[in-house]
């Protein structure tokens, strides 16, 4: 592993890679069991006993690791008693924040990104085209190293349907390969196969929500319903499952819109932050629908978000309303 620095921030929309990192990050810095470890978590931090901590030498070690997470620090004006203390630590102190997001412009990121190393880590979604298609390719990356780390060999057509069968979600796609390597240790042959995924993938909540839309589109409304049941048996959070259908209903309207003017596939991928295959379906899904209709369930789906909000209306019957109207 490279030298660690004293300052590490950690961000990014997938929490599973920002949590891998931090682990990694602990332990090379020996902190399990260490005296000289101490955690801080929450927009409440005591930042009057971070900064003591911080310029305090460890006891009967060579370093003392502070853990942040959670704080908000990164987001908006930071305090410059953070800036000054962390600007002088000792070089046996080191400071690991992870946060979900961090604003370029803050003083500690700057202070981070100029003495210490800065770790971003997203996922996929609400990404422009190109962005989306580099983290999709580092997360098959990934997932072929991990396949590999193990003793499997995966084609890249495997490794593609693998993706579409388990999706970009990095905490999904950890559990999938988990099931895929103990199903395979059972057998004679080192390679993944189609029927291998095929056989221990579990459908991810973005599939249900296509199930969904699919059959809402075609006017069976009643599976529609029935699938958004399975969903919630299975405590898949009503606002989650309503965001989804936000998502694919303002995809819908994007594609219908964008084709209507003789927009190019890649164009209308970049604007809707999807995959081509994602593309092709709802374009399949969809073709019984017209522009004025796709814009009519996405405002439906919005205005119902917002009702939501304002306490007007329970999660479940919102999704109701969303699937039965």
Known sequence: MALIKNLNLIYGTEPFLVEEKREELFKALHTEGSPNFNAFSGKGTDWDEVIRLSQTLPF???????????????????????????????????????????????????LFKASGDIFQYDNADKKDYRTAEKIRSDVRDWARKRLKKEGFEISQRELE?????????MSNLDTELEKLICYKLSQQSCRIERADIEAISSRTVSDRVFDMISAKLSGNVSKALRLCEEMLSIKIPPGRILYLL???????????????????????????????????????????????KARMYLELSVDLESRIKLGDMPERTALEILLAY
């Open 60 to 110: 009967l070690e060579d370093r003392r690791v502070i853990s942040l997470s959670d704080t908000g620090a990164f987001k908006g004006a930071a305090e410059e008693s953070l800036k000054e203390a962390f600007s002088s630590i000792p070089e046996t102190t080191y400071i690991i924040f992870s946060e979900a997001s961090a604003d370029r412009s803050n003083a500690l990121y700057k």
């Open 161 to 169: 349907a693998l993706m579409e069968t388990c999706g970009y979600d």
């Open 246 to 292: 936000e998502r694919q209903f303002n995809s819908i309207y994007i594609i219908k819109d964008m084709s209507s003017l003789g927009k190019s596939e890649a164009e209308i991928l970049e604007a809707c932050g999807i995959s081509d295959w994602q593309l092709r379906k709802l374009r399949k899904d969809s073709s019984s629908i017209d522009r004025d």
